[in-house]
């Protein structure tokens, strides 16, 4: 059997004709299909713009900057992040300048908990990063109640979290601006790339200028993408509109290849949604009896999980290590990795010091969490082989966890 992976990269036959197409029409940057995908990705999740371009973590120092300049925000403001997540998320802080400031998470979701933001709150904070981990909405009622007390913004992590919902609302619909990742092996993938969403027309402009050097022209759709039409905004200012650059930006743009495969991706959404849901609950109906020894996902009924990955984490006092059961797992052709270890990492051990001893809920995941693939390309006799390999090491002679 091949290796059961975390991830899979699917293109349907159209899609792979569509990628034809752009190579014969021989335009390979932004172009059409990178505002059609755009324009269908803000609009599946409840928003106005959206704002293609080349990672997740592009997408959310891109949003942060954006904030930060709409908002007039000073250098070194804070933003509450969670201390668990992809390092991406706190780097996007660092990046735009900012502060991160580590929020612990909840125990049973791994999300971050809503009862530990109020005390980390100071005049310096700016934000909320809320992180929907793995598919799995934050708590997102009393996050949203809260920046509205002290005058927060939220900036949505949603990188792992395509079409997931808290009481019927779309994630990346509860703050100002989201950030997603399409890099592969997330739920909608172009390869590599990630989008900004946002109902605020200045926060896009902002974007759109950042993610292109910093440039005056930010319309929604460059109609010079169309060689047969010529832009009548362009030579109206003293200098070439799109060769003018207002604020310091980036190099972020993505091109037409990541736009079709995109939306080929969007075309195909509800199979991808709807497998994945199904095999995470196959995995949980079926690693029911180990329950004693693994956490297996938990979620309230007002969410839908978008299930990126499949979470487990040994519990405390389980007779074994999570690196025994991943080794096992490893040794027959599982892929395994690490929960998002954060705060451990050496390079924020050197920025922040030894931080995790404050944060008891992130250490524990930090050395007992690990997540395995539930993707949409995953068979019933793969997810077998999941469930039984982990029966086989609970059950076997070493351990005897019945
Ligand atoms: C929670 C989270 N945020 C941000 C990112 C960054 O996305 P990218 O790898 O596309 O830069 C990731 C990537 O895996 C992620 O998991």
């Known amino acids: 059997m091949a290796k059961i992976g975390i991830g899979w990269a699917f293109v349907s036959d159209n899609g792979k004709r569509r990628v034809q197409e752009i190579l014969d029409a021989n335009r390979l940057s932004q172009g059409p299909r990178v505002y059609e995908f755009e324009k269908k990705f803000a609009r599946l999740h409840a928003q106005k713009y959206g704002i293609a371009l080349n990672s997740g973590t592009s997408a959310l120092h891109v949003g942060l900057e954006a904030l930060k300049e709409k908002f007039n925000w000073q250098p070194k403001s804070k933003v509450l992040v969670p201390a668990v997540t992809f390092i991406a998320s706190s780097n996007a802080c ?3 300048g900012l502060e991160p400031v580590f929020v612990d998470v909840e125990a049973k979701t791994y999300n971050i908990n809503p009862n530990l933001i109020e005390e980390k709150i100071d005049k310096d904070t700016v934000a909320i990063m809320p992180v929907h981990l793995f598919g799995q909405p934050c708590e997102m009622e009393p996050i949203v109640e809260l920046a509205e007390k002290y005058n927060l913004k939220i900036i949505e992590d949603c990188a792992e ?17 989201a950030g997603f990742s ?86 195909h959404k509800d199979f991808i949604m709807s497998t994945r849901k199904t095999n995470a609950e196959y995995l949980t109906e079926n690693l029911r009896d180990v329950q004693n020894y693994l956490q297996l996902p938990w979620y309230p009924d007002y969410v839908t999980h978008s299930f990126m990955m499949y979470p487990i984490v040994v519990k405390k006092d389980a007779p074994f290590e999570r690196r025994d059961l991943t080794t096992w797992l490893e040794k027959n052709n599982i892929e395994t990795r690490p929960m998002m270890p954060l705060l451990n990492q050496p390079i924020y051990k050197k920025i922040f010091g030894d931080l995790e001893k404050n944060y008891p809920v992130a250490e524990w995941i930090n050395r007992c969490g690990f997540y395995v693939g539930c993707h949409h390309g995953l068979q019933r006799e793969q997810l077998d082989k ?16 019945r």
Request: hydrophobic share 35%; aromatic share 10%; charged share 25%.
């Open 386 to 401: 999941i469930v039984d390999c982990v029966h086989e090491f609970l059950h076997g002679e070493k351990f005897s966890c």
């Open 161 to 177: 979290a395509h079409f997931a919902t808290y009481k019927n609302k779309t994630v990346g619909s509860f703050g100002e601006v």
């Open 94 to 96: 660092l990046h735009a």
């Open 182 to 267: 399409t890099y592969v092996a997330h739920t909608i993938t172009t390869g590599v790339g990630g989008v900004v969403t946002t109902n605020d027309r200045e926060l896009m402009e902002i974007s759109r200028s950042l993610l292109a050097h910093g440039r005056a022209c930010t319309c929604e759709k460059c109609v010079a993408s169309d060689p047969s039409k010529v832009c009548p905004l362009r030579l109206k200012t003293e200098m070439d509109k799109r060769f003018m650059f207002v604020r310091l930006g980036y190099s972020y743009r993505i091109g037409e290849f990541e736009g079709v495969i995109g939306l080929d991706q969007l075309e």
